[in-house]
């Protein structure tokens, strides 16, 4: 089975950045979108940003709109989420997702059916 494998989670303190990356276990698996969702303490996950494969068109939630950036490597099959200007509420559980099929652009949450393990993100005051 393929997975996804997250890295760069950490503790960093507020106004810091973090750089998160997802692997593919597999350099043949091929989603349509990838992208990063995050769960706080107490909250449900949210989205966070995806990227289209094929285009490398890239969305963002707007609790992250311009202090993230989202990318992707074909060869590799990685996709990097760049986090800049971190604050404490972007403390969470990081994770990567794949999805293999879609209806809304992008996806949401349910229709990634490929999931990391997730990473932890802690921003301190």
């Known amino acids: 089975q393929v997975q996804l494998v997250e890295t760069g989670g950490g503790l960093v303190q507020a106004g810091g950045s973090l750089r998160l990356s997802c692997a593919a276990s597999e350099g043949t698996f091929s989603p349509y979108f990838m992208g990063w969702f995050r769960r706080a303490p107490g909250l449900e996950r949210e989205f966070v940003a995806a990227?289209?494969?094929?285009?490398?068109?890239?969305y963002y939630a707007d609790s992250v709109k311009g202090r993230s950036t989202i990318s992707r490597d074909n060869a590799k099959k990685t996709v990097t989420l760049q986090m800049n200007s971190l604050k404490p509420e972007d403390t969470a559980v990081y994770y990567c997702?794949?999805?293999?099929?879609?209806?809304?652009?992008?996806?949401?949450?349910?229709?990634?059916?490929?999931w990391g393990q997730g990473t932890q993100v802690t921003v301190s005051s």
């Open positions: 997702a794949a999805a293999t099929s879609f209806y809304l652009t992008p996806p949401r949450v349910n229709a990634y059916n490929y």
């Open positions: 990227i289209k494969w094929s285009t490398g068109n890239t």
